[in-house]
T-cell receptor, first 114, second 113 residues
Framework: GENVEQHPSTLSVQEGDSAVIKCTYSDSASNYFPWYKQELGKGPQLIID?????GEKKDQRIAVTLNKTAKHFSLHITETQPEDSAVYFC?????????????FGTGTKLQVIP | KAGVTQTPRYLIKTRGQQVTLSCSPI?????VSWYQQTPGQGLQFLFE???????NKGNFPGRFSGRQFSNSRSEMNVSTLELGDSALYLCASSWEGGTGELFFGEGSRLTVL
């Protein structure tokens, strides 16, 4: 089955700096790569996603890049703010429409130091 | 639109007991997935239900089971609890016509003593 590795497991950055989280996946059939943010005491929430036919996607301060050949994708957060502190999960999935078999990475705890 | 609702939010059980957790998906969502979250292990997939049928199952022992009702509400059951079952159990719903985004509840935190 699919295996998703995520690094680093913890990341501390100064407010205003950038943060990068990297993931690799094993199944070349995976075609959808979402990123979820989990704040303390809450369930994960989708923050950005990318499909296999796109190499990069940006939404304000966050961006995701995908390298299908190398089977890795990354989350980039620029100008980090204290409210970015949370656990971030990458995921890889395959399927079509609303049915996706999703495999999550082990998470990255991001701490933004004011 | 109400989000995914999980009950109970917190519970404490002892080894050998069983537990039932409930999940009400977002209205109109017919797919419900369950995940176990433990420190360092991330989100481990338990199973996924669609229209009352288990469509997918993760690598968990048979002590973990689930079901889905005609109104898409889902329950999961863990029998003969072990200390290692202590975790946050998350439920997520999704819409068949959607992009694949999972909408998570806040979870049920189970502590086994």
């Amino acid at each position: 089955g699919e295996n998703v590795e995520q690094h680093p497991s913890t990341l501390s950055v100064q407010e205003g700096d950038s943060a990068v989280i990297k993931c690799t996946y094993s199944d070349s059939a995976s075609n959808y790569f979402p990123w979820y943010k989990q704040e303390l005491g809450k369930g994960p929430q989708l923050i950005i996603d990318i499909r296999s036919n796109v190499g990069e996607k940006k939404d304000q301060r966050i961006a995701v890049t995908l390298n299908k050949t190398a089977k890795h994708f990354s989350l980039h957060i620029t100008e980090t703010q204290p409210e970015d502190s949370a656990v971030y999960f990458c995921a890889a999935s395959k399927g079509s429409g609303g049915y996706q078999k999703v495999t999550f990475g082990t998470g990255t705890k991001l701490q933004v130091i004011p | 639109k109400a989000g995914v609702t999980q009950t109970p939010r917190y519970l404490i059980k002892t080894r050998g007991q069983q537990v039932t957790l409930s999940c009400s998906p977002i209205s109109g969502h017919r797919s419900v997935s369950w995940y176990q979250q433990t420190p360092g292990q991330g989100l481990q997939f338990l199973f996924e239900y669609f229209s009352e049928t288990q469509r997918n199952k993760g690598n968990f022992p048979g002590r973990f089971s689930g079901r889905q009702f005609s109104n898409s509400r889902s329950e999961m059951n863990v029998s003969t609890l072990e200390l290692g079952d202590s975790a946050l159990y998350l439920c997520a719903s999704s819409w068949e016509g959607g992009t694949g985004e999972l909408f998570f509840g806040e979870g049920s935190r189970l502590t086994v003593l």
